[in-house]
Nanobody, 123 residues
């Protein structure tokens, strides 16, 4: 499975961005898909995950109420809609996929990683 993330960029506090991540090489329709992020000088942290059907989701406390994860299995793609962005959301965002990681929030639980897309939120 290869993952290609896109949609990062520079925005002001309070703005919005939508990240996309397209999978190739293998269908991920039965996989858990998610997003992690890593800010400068910090450890990589879980942001959100969605189950195979899109009916169930998990969010980090920092993302609840502001971020929405969704997926389109026909397009082998996962999305992260980010609203009300804050400077502390500045990080490289990584999309992830795994067949069995539902309910798990450690980076080590996810086998497949995208290359990362940089999100910068100015104050």
């Amino acid at each position: 499975v290869q993952l290609q993330a896109s949609g990062g960029g520079l925005t002001q506090a309070g703005g919005s961005l939508r990240l996309s991540c397209a999978a190739s090489g293998h269908s991920v329709s039965s996989y858990v898909l998610g997003w992690f992020r890593q800010a400068p000088g910090k450890e990589r942290e879980f942001v959100a995950a969605v189950n195979w059907s899109g009916a169930s989701t998990y969010y980090a406390d920092s993302a609840k109420g502001r971020f929405t994860i969704s997926r389109d299995n026909a397009k082998n793609t996962v999305y992260l809609q980010m609203n009300s962005l804050k400077p502390e959301d500045t990080a490289v965002y990584y999309c992830v996929a795994d067949a069995t990681a539902w309910g798990r929030f450690s980076p080590k639980n996810y086998d497949y990683w995208g290359q990362g897309t940089l999100v910068t939120v100015s104050s």
